[in-house]
């Protein structure tokens, strides 16, 4: 088995990856990876859950989560109990922690004793199992505890890996992730230093002289201190153009060959006026309600932050998404690149064929777009390397699909909508979920759509009708076009209508707008047995279900009924319900949802 942690905390076997559930199970797999073999305690555990004040309750869902833990890893787990804790034995597992400390401590080595090819061939390797920050979806608690330690480290890797590449006379190629380091780490004058050192050695002497003195500023705006003498003393030596060359540079070979017609320049390098993009589509002009939500979204991309948008099918993901995008246009200015990441069929859509689309958007030339896949991100990591562009990538089926889709850093941000709730592992991200509308906004967006003259006459009506709509923004948008379009009837017409089960799916469509269309998509999603397991649940009148109802009601034992119930509810067709109060979880079955997975048994 693999165990990961430079990144978002994850789990393979065989190459397959493990489905893990949230921040804390994933919190209490990296802190006993991190424990490598020893104990961790109930304590330790949950003050790296739940910090300081942990729930009442905190004793039972530590149980709960190391209970789900041993489910999701199957049976060669090595989790067990011992004393008053816990221990995971990974002698037989591989860790990619582990396995970065041994070639980041070879590659150093090499280093000291001058051996610079090994040296920059390992720390790469190294550095190459990094995904993202580590420890990126775990709780506050335990990335306070061990991120720093770990972030150093890699930091260090990338000092000593940059140190071999300049000694290998690379200096050209490190400039723009040199250049991201000191962004990232101004008062770090190692890598300040590097990247002095490359800009000299590539004909660039005044841009290495205004690096120190811009570093000199921030030393001492920040810190109060002065340059330390190794900074000051390759400052002397640029200053003076008395830089030694590179210690081992790698030898080149020439080939005589036949003169060839210059290539055409690369575009993110093309002198021209680059193309601005502009494909974001229209917010919808009646967007009404979800105030803290929108705000929450604005917050986090105004702090540079990105964003990913989940909630269920109908909950108006896209059309929040659309009207932040909106708000934040004039932020980024160098365009906005939009694309719907699932076909009309609900196929998702390749991100091999969505980065044609956003090159193409960029200025990329027909012939000069890239055959594969890495190949393609890198030139579009490339073009939006120094770039304030708005990326929105909507209906996205996992964070596998958006990964490929994001930028390398710098300015640019990404909003994100999809209904799985995987989407919080992307690195950096902030997971802003969406569920019904309140009662109110519910009641407002009917009335933003049919007119409000319309409705005011019967306000018990048209509270029924929200609730027929499970106040949900895209059956209450299907419910408001009704009205409008049949303005000879009452609106107490049309909530007779919904008030029958067996016709009220057949209501909530109109024109291109279908309310079981985004329900068809989440239950094609499932397996058979999982699938066939919710009709069972469907077809019983609880609106609430609880671990031990669906054991007794489909014979399982207690932890698989969990999982069951875990897996519809990240395909969005339950919605779980608060633990802070009750230990058991418990998950909601929206009335919508019940009558189309009804229908979908009776016309199999």
């Known amino acids: 088995m693999d165990f ?37 305690t109930d304590e330790r555990l949950t003050t790296l859950l739940w910090g300081w004040e942990p729930p009442s309750s905190s004793t039972h869902q530590l149980y709960t989560y190391v209970s789900r833990l041993r489910t999701r890893l199957g049976p060669d787990h090595g989790l067990e109990r011992r004393g008053a804790g816990y221990r995971m034995d990974i002698s037989s597992s591989a860790l990619d922690w582990d396995r970065f400390r041994r070639l980041a401590e070879t590659g150093r080595a090499d280093l000291l004793a001058g051996r610079h090819a090994d040296a920059e061939r390992r720390l790469a390797e190294a550095l190459a199992l990094w995904t993202g920050p580590a420890l990126s979806d775990v709780t506050e608690h335990l990335a306070a505890a061990e991120g720093p330690r770990m972030t150093e480290t890699h930091l260090a890797a990338t000092e000593h890996h940059a140190e071999a590449a300049l000694a290998l006379g690379r200096h050209d190629e490190l400039i723009p992730s040199l250049t991201r380091q000191v962004i990232r780490h101004p008062v770090r004058e190692r890598p300040r230093g590097q990247l002095m050192t490359a800009l000299f050695r590539s004909g660039r002497q005044c841009d290495a002289l205004s690096l120190y003195e811009e570093g000199r500023r921030v030393l001492a705006d920040e810190l109060g201190i002065d340059p330390g003498p190794e900074l000051r003393a390759l400052h002397q030596q640029i200053l003076t153009a008395t ?67 989940t909630g269920a099918p109908g909950t108006g993901k896209s059309a929040l998404a659309l009207r932040a995008a909106e708000h934040v246009r004039p932020a980024f200015p160098d365009g906005q690149l939009y694309a719907d990441l699932r076909t009309p069929d609900g196929t998702p859509r390749t991100p091999w064929q969505v980065l044609g689309w956003f090159l193409d958007a960029l200025g990329t030339a027909p012939a000069q777009l890239p055959a594969g896949l890495d190949e393609r991100a890198q030139l579009y990591r490339t073009l939006l390397a120094d770039r304030r562009v708005l990326i929105v990538l909507d ?154 109802d669906a054991a007794a009601l489909l014979d399982l034992p207690l932890h698989e009924a969990e999982d069951l119930l875990d897996r519809l509810a990240d395909a969005r067709l339950l919605e779980p319900g608060p633990t802070d109060r009750d230990p058991v979880p418990r998950y909601h079955l929206m009335p919508l949802v019940r009558l189309f997975a009804r229908t979908r048994v009776l016309t199999a």
Do not use: W
Not at 11 to 36: N, V
Not at 284 to 299: I, K, M, N, Y
């Open 4 to 40: 990961k942690l430079l990144g978002p905390v994850a789990a393979e076997r065989d190459g397959r990856p493990i489905a893990l559930d949230g921040a804390k199970q994933r919190t209490a797999l990296a802190a006993l990876l991190l424990a490598h073999g020893r104990v961790v």
């Open 243 to 309: 830089l030694p060359p590179p210690a081992a540079p790698a030898r080149r070979t020439t080939t005589l060959a036949a003169p060839a017609a210059p290539a055409p320049a690369a575009p993110a390098l093309a002198a021209q006026a680059r193309p601005v993009p502009a494909l974001l589509p229209a917010a919808p002009g009646d967007f009404t309600g979800r105030e803290a939500q929108t705000r929450e979204v604005l917050d986090a991309l105004s702090s540079h932050q990105d964003v990913a948008v």
């Open 395 to 548: 209906n996205a089926a996992d964070d596998t699909q958006v990964r490929p889709l994001l930028p390398g850093g710098g300015a640019t941000r990404t909003l994100v909508t999809g209904v799985r709730p995987d989407l919080a592992s992307l690195e950096g991200t902030r997971l802003v979920r969406l569920g019904p509308m309140t009662p109110t906004e519910a009641t407002r967006l009917l009335a933003r759509i049919a007119g409000s003259d319309r409705l005011a006459g019967d306000p018990q009506a048209v509270a029924r009708i929200a609730e027929y709509c499970d106040r949900l923004p895209l059956a209450l948008r299907i419910a408001a076009a009704r009205l409008a379009a049949r303005s000879d009837r009452p609106p107490a017409h049309l909530a007779g209508r919904l008030a029958a089960e067996d016709r009220r799916l057949g209501e909530l469509r109109i024109g291109s707008l279908d309310v079981t269309t985004g329900l068809r998509h989440a239950l094609d999603s499932l397996d058979p047995s999982t699938a066939t397991a919710f009709a069972a649940l469907t077809a019983t009148d609880l609106p609430v279900l609880s671990p031990p």
